[in-house]
């Protein structure tokens, strides 16, 4: 089960750690950055031990039962549930899909050039388009079948 309290003491010697070369200043403005614990809970680092640890647990424990029982994870924004996605994906050991909302492609986008949006956007573009309806129900049919989703 993933921690969901922070251990001060750890994350000031982390912090410690990995601002010894920077000036006090800016060892200060990364701490303030990192004070709030939504920044703290998204950090990649944690998503992706977390992800590990469930895919993991559900492969030993759910997975070897064969009685095609499957699972969801509830996340914190739209960003954490991508990179989930990607961590669990990549152990292996478990396959996943993203059911979320569509991304405003108005907040932030600028840009024109696709490289440069959100990666909320990119992910949406790339995996869901002008199908939103089509890929929700492709993603619930893997979800409630006997496939490996």
């Known amino acids: 089960m993933p921690e969901l309290t922070i251990n001060e003491e750890a994350v000031n010697r982390w912090f410690e ?9 800016q060892s200060a403005d ?3 950055k990192f004070a709030n614990k939504r920044a703290i809970y998204g950090a990649a680092n944690r998503i992706e031990l977390i992800a590990w ?4 647990h559900f492969s030993e424990n759910i997975k070897k039962l064969g009685l095609g029982l499957k699972g969801q ?6 960003l954490d549930a991508i990179r989930y996605q990607g961590y669990l994906d990549d152990t292996g050991l ?5 059911v979320i909302s569509a ?6 986008n600028t840009e024109v050039d ?12 790339a995996n869901v388009g002008n199908d939103q309806e089509g890929y929700e ?7 409630s079948g006997d496939g490996d989703l």
């Open 114 to 125: 696709e490289s440069k949006l959100p990666e909320v956007q990119k992910w949406w573009n």
């Open 94 to 98: 478990v396959s996943s899909a993203i």
């Open 30 to 32: 990364l701490k303030k």
């Open 137 to 143: 129900r492709r993603v619930l049919d893997g979800f």
């Open 103 to 108: 991304p405003d492609s108005r907040e932030g």
């Open 73 to 78: 994870v509830a996340v914190f924004s739209k």
């Open 53 to 56: 640890d469930i895919a993991s």
């Open 17 to 25: 750690k990995i601002t010894a070369g920077l000036s006090e200043a």
